[in-house]
């Protein structure tokens, strides 16, 4: 795992775009501070820029650094949560401008991944992470089920859990400051 975690990295800093395992679905991501990067992503989901992309991060601390405020409530949820869950929060902060959304929020992710952790945590900040399809296109189950374009289309393919078989994407979750919420996707 060493070897791979050191690859991504390697390809994220010189600011290319990964294919790798999640704790859902394979994804692809980039450095979520580099908006070059970001925009490689969009180009290569063909997706519109105005549809906000989640961020992976290693712990409460990176959080911290991401989003002005954790609403107590999300912070509940993170604690309690028993399959992988996105928040959406509002101020964004310390990421790259076309990956937050027009109202300023940012959903964004603690894997429970050994692989997303040590990568977050070496690359010491958020890592885009969108599912491994053209928009609009079903996401992609299993590695062999991605579709060339993406193989192609990104600078590494990380080499672990390619016959793992994901069933579903992470919940995702609106909270806002002033304590409203909103389920997104169950």
């Known amino acids: 795992m060493q070897t791979e975690i050191n690859n991504a990295l390697k390809t994220l800093k010189s600011g290319g775009i990964i294919l790798y395992p999640t704790d859902t679905v394979w994804g692809i991501g980039c450095d979520a501070t580099n ?3 970001v925009k490689k ?12 992309l989640i961020c992976l991060v290693a712990d409460d601390r990176m959080l911290k ?7 107590k409530a999300a912070q509940d949820i993170i604690d309690v949560a028993e399959k992988p869950t996105t928040i959406i929060y509002d ?7 076309n990956l937050i ?21 070496k690359l010491n900040g958020a ?6 399809n053209i928009s609009g296109a079903p996401t992609p189950k299993s590695f062999k089920e991605i579709s ?15 016959e793992k078989i994901c069933n579903k ?10 304590g409203v919420f909103k389920i997104i996707r169950e």
Do not use: M
Not at 65 to 71: E, G, S
């Open 35 to 37: 908006p070059e990067a």
């Open 41 to 52: 992503i969009y180009d290569l989901k063909q997706r519109e820029d105005s549809k906000a």
């Open 65 to 71: 650094n991401h989003v002005a405020q954790i609403p």
């Open 91 to 97: 101020q964004a902060k310390n990421l790259a401008p």
């Open 101 to 121: 959304a027009e109202d300023g929020s940012i959903a964004i992710r603690i894997p429970d991944d050994d692989f997303c952790f040590w990568l977050t945590r």
């Open 127 to 132: 890592l885009v992470s969108t599912s491994a």
């Open 148 to 162: 060339a374009d993406i193989l192609n289309g990104v600078d590494y393919v990380v080499n672990l859990q390619k």
């Open 169 to 178: 994407p992470s919940s995702i979750i609106k909270i806002s400051n002033n």
